[in-house]
């Protein structure tokens, strides 16, 4: 999976607080100022790549690789491992865009469908990058996941 996003604006000095994007963690904050939309980054809190730690981001790239072993495949229910690599970051300004500073994770989880309730799964993610305005690593982190992204 590759992904990247860019706002521009026509007036530097009035950039739009809509639509922004909102990058690290696994995207599940339960709620959303401004129409902000979220970008998971397991191996990292929420919000902890987005500039000045929350408020703006005008782009983001996102690049990622899961691999998916099943366990279990019967007509109600599907169990799967999985190991994935994930590389991300945002920036406030698009001049300062650079798909290349990205910050690195890598994890092992299970994903278990239900079809009363949909996808579910918990993963656990190691950050190796420092974060804008910390001395340490995203570090090892745990991420729950409920429904499933494309």
Request: glycine letters at 14%.
């Amino acid at each position: 999976r590759a992904e990247f996003g860019l706002l521009g604006h026509y007036n530097k000095y009035k950039k739009s607080p809509f639509e922004t994007f909102d990058v690290g963690g696994d995207g599940m904050t339960g709620y959303s100022s401004y129409a902000t939309e979220s970008v998971a980054l397991r191996g990292y809190e929420n919000s902890s790549l987005t500039p000045y730690r929350g408020l703006e981001g005008y782009a983001y790239t996102r690049l990622g690789v899961e691999l998916r072993y099943p366990l279990m495949l019967e007509t109600s229910t599907n169990i799967y491992v999985l190991g994935f690599l994930e590389a991300g970051n945002a920036w406030h300004d698009i001049k300062n865009f650079n798909p290349f500073d990205l910050k690195r994770s890598a994890g092992l989880g299970v994903r278990i469908f239900l079809p009363m309730i949909g996808m579910m799964g918990i993963d656990w993610a190691y950050g190796f990058d420092k974060v804008q305005g910390s001395k340490d690593a995203g570090g090892s982190r745990f991420h729950f996941v409920l429904g499933q992204e494309f």
